[in-house]
């Protein structure tokens, strides 16, 4: 779905009701997803046979009462149901002004039904992601605390977890709209399909409805849940596995399915994709750790991972939360991302996707590649939010992911640190650094995970290298050094 057809719909609901916030606008919307599911209502022809626009008192709250009603045959976890419910209520006919122009609505539920419908169960993803977050300009109290990932960044972080179709299940445990999940499973699904021809029919029976059960959601707001909720609908992934908890209080035991024979099937995550709330109260880093501890040991032999978009100054003010993660995992790799990566949410965060591979635990010599993504191709335009403006993102990312994967100990640069450029920082895109686990407890400058505190401490080394090399006797080649010493004396002054 193009971004204009879903702007169209943002203004025909804003026509029906042009007080409607944010929060009611989504409910509307993932109201009629689950009306769809009962069969007259997704009939273009019979939905007026199961809702009565003209002569009912509240056209929202029958819509509002038929979708609670799908909803309970469906397998859906009993908190999970009970908060979905409640997120319904806030469109009650008496809180918004759905119901005022009744041929209106009904117009606009008869193209949702006849043209979005069938497009949302294609690969619009980020249908609920757009709508929630980049064209709401009249909706009014936007709801600033959320900061759902761009579908570009997304798509990364599914890249770097490295999914396997035959293998992997994913816990989506700060899910938001889902848009992680919906990714995962696309992906995974894709892989499927090229490898077809090479499985036997049973087998790939077999990997397909194993791939409809990989896939774990979580969140605490309940106003997500419901949307994760109509993209696992819209998907046929199974509903059984979203839940509506605090994250701190899910345990591996929490997640399993039952098969059509009643038997209780027990799942075990492999990989965790996650972009938990930035703000301190919520423990950002203690969110990371818990999920590792969620996935690590639950499947020998295959690979664990964890892939988290943080900002990277939150890790030296959780000294000790990083310190259990790195006695449990090991840091593989650092992408610092653009500023302007969450203008949408009103927030410019300075984040990066950290990459925690679960094989070990860190060692101080283990090698951490940071790379600089800053230049992603996508740029943020007020009217259009972020687009890959000259169509040069796929490229730049198949550059990042080949560096990567190639995982070099030793990086080219032009830039060679002698005594005139003594103090210049080298812009370097890709540095190497080691972390020592048992100094993040201890010392905040160990714990600064960040590009800039990186590359200083890559500068602060090769000064060492300049002044070992004389021997210990400082080469001031054209008293460059005094002349910098010099500059700030007279700048105190």
């Known amino acids: ?20 916030n944010r929060n009611s606008k989504m409910m509307f919307v ?22 009565n626009f003209v002569s009912s008192n509240s056209p929202i709250n029958d819509m509002i009462d038929l979708a609670k009603c799908e909803l309970k045959n469906l397998n859906i976890v009993e908190k999970t149901y009970n908060a979905v419910c409640d997120s319904l209520d806030m469109i009650s006919g008496v809180s918004t002004k759905l119901n005022k122009n009744r041929q209106g609505l009904k117009s606009f539920v008869f193209d949702f039904i006849n043209n979005t419908l069938p497009e949302l169960s294609e690969n619009n993803y980020s249908f609920f992601e757009i709508l929630y977050m980049e064209i709401d300009k009249k909706a009014k109290n936007n709801d600033k605390g959320i ?38 499973y696309s992906t995974m699904f894709d892989q499927l399909e090229k490898d077809k021809a090479v499985l036997t029919n049973s087998e790939y029976v077999m990997y397909s409805k194993r791939l409809l059960n990989s896939i774990i959601a979580n969140d605490y707001d ?6 994760c909720l109509a993209n696992f609908i819209l998907k046929n992934l199974n509903t059984g596995l979203l839940f509506k908890e605090d994250v701190f209080d899910l345990n591996k035991s929490d997640f399993y399915y039952k098969d059509n024979n009643g038997k209780k099937i027990n799942l075990y995550p492999t990989k965790a994709i996650l972009n938990p709330p930035y703000e301190d109260t919520y423990h950002p880093i203690g969110i990371i750790r818990k999920n590792i501890e969620l996935v690590k040991g639950n499947n020998e032999g295959l690979v664990e991972k964890v892939v988290a978009i943080v900002p990277a100054n939150k890790f030296s003010k959780n000294q000790d939360d990083l310190y259990k993660i790195l ?15 969450f203008s949408e949410s009103s927030q410019s965060p300075s984040t990066c996707i950290f990459v925690f591979n679960l094989e070990r635990a860190h060692n101080k010599n283990d090698l951490v590649h940071y790379y600089d993504f800053t230049d992603s191709g996508y740029v943020y335009l007020k009217d259009s939010g972020l687009v890959d403006k000259n169509k040069t993102h796929l490229t730049k990312k198949k550059q990042l992911l080949e560096k990567i994967k190639a995982n070099t100990q030793e990086i080219k640069t032009s830039f060679v640190r002698n005594w005139n ?73």
Do not use: H, W
């Open 1 to 20: 779905m193009n971004l204009k057809d879903i702007k169209s719909i943002n203004q025909r609901i804003y026509e029906l009701d042009t007080e409607i």
């Open 30 to 51: 993932a109201t009629l997803v689950f009306c769809s599911l009962n069969k007259k209502f997704r009939d273009p022809n019979k939905y007026t046979e199961v809702i």
């Open 147 to 184: 900061t759902l990932t761009p579908y570009f960044a997304s798509q990364l972080m599914i890249d770097l977890a490295e999914l396997d179709y035959k293998n992997d299940v994913i816990a989506d445990l700060e899910c938001g709209t889902g848009l992680f999940s919906l990714l995962a």
């Open 222 to 227: 309940a106003k997500m849940v419901t949307l």
């Open 327 to 341: 006695n449990m995992s090991r840091l593989e790799t650092v992408i610092k991302m653009q500023n302007d990566l």
């Open 421 to 493: 450029n003594f103090y210049e920082v080298s812009g370097d895109t890709e540095l190497i650094t080691k972390i020592n686990p048992d100094l993040v407890k201890i010392n905040k400058d160990e714990a600064d995970l960040t590009f800039e505190n990186i590359t200083i401490k890559k500068m602060l080394t090769e000064k060492d290298n300049l002044i070992t090399k004389t021997q210990g006797f400082y080469n001031d080649k054209d008293k460059v050094f005094e002349k910098y010493v010099l500059n700030i004396l007279s700048e105190e002054n």
